[in-house]
């Protein structure tokens, strides 16, 4: 039997074929279940320890094209490479005849790794991974869930198939309906009710926030450091117990349970990034060199196993393999590692080794986030400004336009200011293409299949796009930047009251444009005494600016008023301190 495909060789013009399907998972030569990767030929094949006859399709308008011509649903299974049940589901599920027959039979099967299509991940996530979520031919949601068992998985089956025929139509997710979310005042009570969020939410007994699995919440961590430090430096320390591997130093995705226990042990290269941020920010506030040392073990991790030789990887597998001593370890073959270099993952851990080395002087710091921001700036980003999610991936997603933006105004503070040029035509490219009339930026291009022809705002991604505008506009001198930043972290305000701990960070961002950060001007050399005194001062919401001048002083802007200028490192922070 043939089902159409689209003739890839078209360049533009989808032309309906009939051909044999391509599965992106087939059985290997040696009779285990192998992960086609379409995205690269020099990559290599992931394989994974079952079989499986399903058929499954890589995302794309073929499949749904199918899907529309047979009047049949869509299976779309999201997993990424370091999700371990995603694996067992695999193996247990995908490898029974009959779940197969049943599946290619009656559905059109896809599979997506989230973590190269983000947009795709926000739009049918189910919570966790494996998320199996079944579609209607509009890409409209039928029913979902994560990992299932064989014998759950066959009677959704059963029943979604019985649903479809009997007329149901799908949903579409709550943040793709309706209109936008309120907007409101950028007022001090925002900053308010998020500090408050911190005290109410958090766990007295465990430390971090809510009563559920433990993520860390690094940007939660860094807003508390400022402002409610207890409950910082204990989440930290129970971070440092529970998540961090002793061995290699490395942080875990999550805890599932709340003591910090049991944890998932996916290593994700934006988790030891924000982490390595967070506990550079405690040194900063606190001296403790406990911190300093966890943030130095994180830049270890990112610049060996998740280096690639030119950027970072986008993580290492969930295994078994860390529970092991570390004699065994020696002997004992590592979790993979997956090589692709995503661009928000990569400015983040390049934000965090930028301010360890402002805090530190580490020259392996500077080095790997310098080579980093190398590759990513030629090989990930075009002329006109715009961000490539990975190589031959999707471009220009709002979680790369903002995480790079973010990055390079960091490394224009710390290490060359020469960088804001480039920061600059990102945020321009962002501003023009992403930008929707009342001011939010939508997540990326609204086209594609499924629910990508629906905008979706994200909170985060908007709200580190605002964090990086502000940056922009005091290090250049351009005010609309942060008119921006203004306008479009308003278009959230009228929620603010209804938000948890875990986006503190948009209340740092308000706090941040709404009265503009502590500003320090510094008319001297990178790395001098007196740019080093300015980038340790304890306030890591802060912005540093390098004239370009070598004229040997420093002042400091708040709000209007601009101090008289200073000379040397103890003047400065006196200054600052209002000594």
């Known amino acids: 039997m043939t089902t159409p495909s689209i003739d890839i060789q078209s360049r533009g013009q989808s032309t309906i074929q009939p051909t044999t399907p391509q599965p992106l998972w087939r059985l290997s030569t040696s009779g285990s279940l192998a992960f086609r990767n379409i995205h690269s030929a020099s990559q290599p094949i992931v394989v994974m320890n079952s079989d499986t006859l399903v058929e499954f399709h890589e995302w794309g308008a073929e499949p749904f094209e199918i899907a529309r011509e047979t009047d049949t649903p869509l299976l779309l299974v999201l997993s990424p490479p370091w999700c371990e049940r995603c694996e067992t589901m695999a193996s247990e599920t995908f490898d029974s005849p009959m779940i197969a027959?049943?599946?290619?039979?009656?559905?059109?099967?896809?599979?997506?790794?989230?973590?190269?299509?983000?947009?795709?991940?926000?739009?049918?996530?189910?919570?966790?991974?494996?998320?199996?979520?079944?579609?209607?031919?509009?890409?409209?949601?039928?029913?979902?869930?994560?990992?299932?068992?064989?014998?759950?998985?066959?009677?959704?089956?059963?029943?979604?198939?019985?649903?479809?025929?009997?007329?149901?139509?799908?949903?579409?997710?709550?943040?793709?309906?309706?209109?936008?979310?309120?907007?409101?005042?950028?007022?001090?009570?925002?900053?308010?009710?998020?500090?408050?969020?911190?005290?109410?939410?958090?766990?007295?007994?465990?430390?971090?926030?809510?009563?559920?699995?433990?993520?860390?919440?690094?940007?939660?961590?860094?807003?508390?450091?400022?402002?409610?430090?207890?409950?910082?430096?204990?989440?930290?320390?129970?971070?440092?117990?529970?998540?961090?591997?002793?061995?290699?130093?490395?942080?875990?995705?999550?805890?599932?349970?709340?003591?910090?226990?049991?944890?998932?042990?996916?290593?994700?290269?934006?988790?030891n990034g924000a982490l390595c941020g967070a506990y550079a920010t405690a040194y900063q506030y606190t001296g403790d060199e406990q911190y300093r040392r966890s943030a130095e073990r994180l830049i270890e991790f990112l610049s060996t196993t998740l280096w690639t030789g030119s950027a970072f990887a986008g993580s290492q597998a969930a295994s078994d393999y860390y529970t092991l001593s570390a004699t065994d370890r020696e002997s004992t073959d590592t979790p993979a590692v997956d090589s692709t270099v995503f661009a928000d993952g990569n400015a983040i851990a390049i934000r965090a080794c930028a301010r360890y080395y402002a805090l530190t002087d580490d020259e392996t710091a500077r080095r790997f986030a310098e080579r980093a921001l190398d590759h990513v700036t030629s090989e990930l980003l075009d002329s006109d400004g715009r961000v490539q999610h990975f190589a031959d991936g999707p471009a220009g997603l709002l979680t790369d336009q903002a995480s790079l933006l973010?990055?390079?105004?960091?490394?224009?503070?710390?290490?060359?200011?020469?960088?804001?040029?480039?920061?600059?035509?990102?945020?321009?490219?962002?501003?023009?293409?992403?930008?929707?009339?009342?001011?939010?930026?939508?997540?990326?291009?609204?086209?594609?299949?499924?629910?990508?022809?629906?905008?979706?705002?994200?909170?985060?991604?908007?709200?580190?796009?605002?964090?990086?505008?502000?940056?922009?506009?005091?290090?250049?001198g351009t005010d609309r930047y942060a008119e921006i930043a203004r306008e479009t972290l308003a278009q959230f305000a009228g929620a603010s009251d209804r938000m948890g701990a875990e986006v503190a960070h948009y209340a740092t961002a308000v706090e941040r444009a709404r009265l503009m950060p502590l500003t320090i001007t510094v008319a001297d050399a990178p790395g001098s005494d007196l740019h080093r005194a300015a980038?340790?001062?304890?306030?890591?919401?802060?912005?540093?600016?390098?004239?370009?001048?070598?004229?040997?002083?420093?002042?400091?802007?708040?709000?209007?008023?601009?101090?008289?200028?200073?000379?040397?490192?103890d003047d400065l922070v006196s200054l600052v301190q209002g000594e």
């Open 101 to 271: 027959a049943n599946v290619n039979d009656d559905f059109v099967p896809v599979l997506v790794d989230p973590d190269r299509r983000p947009r795709i991940r926000d739009r049918y996530t189910m919570g966790g991974f494996p998320t199996v979520v079944f579609l209607s031919p509009s890409g409209e949601i039928l029913t979902g869930s994560t990992y299932m068992d064989a014998n759950t998985f066959r009677n959704v089956v059963e029943r979604v198939r019985d649903s479809y025929d009997g007329g149901r139509t799908g949903s579409v997710p709550r943040p793709l309906q309706g209109g936008p979310p309120p907007s409101g005042e950028l007022s001090e009570q925002i900053e308010r009710h998020m500090t408050e969020q911190l005290h109410g939410a958090f766990d007295t007994e465990n430390a971090g926030w809510g009563t559920g699995a433990k993520f860390p919440l690094p940007r939660t961590i860094e807003f508390a450091l400022k402002r409610a430090r207890e409950p910082a430096t204990r989440t930290l320390d129970a971070i440092s117990r529970g998540l961090i591997d002793e061995y290699d130093g490395s942080a875990y995705r999550y805890a599932n349970e709340p003591s910090w226990a049991d944890p998932h042990r996916a290593k994700l290269l934006s988790t």
């Open 406 to 476: 973010h990055a390079l105004t960091t490394v224009a503070q710390t290490i060359d200011p020469a960088v804001l040029e480039t920061a600059t035509s990102i945020a321009d490219w962002t501003i023009d293409a992403l930008r929707s009339s009342d001011g939010r930026f939508v997540d990326g291009p609204i086209e594609g299949p499924g629910l990508l022809e629906k905008p979706l705002y994200p909170l985060d991604s908007n709200t580190t796009l605002a964090n990086a505008l502000v940056d922009l506009s005091v290090l250049t």
């Open 535 to 569: 980038l340790r001062i304890a306030d890591h919401e802060k912005i540093v600016a390098l004239t370009g001048d070598h004229d040997g002083w420093a002042a400091v802007t708040t709000g209007e008023t601009v101090s008289d200028r200073v000379r040397t490192p």
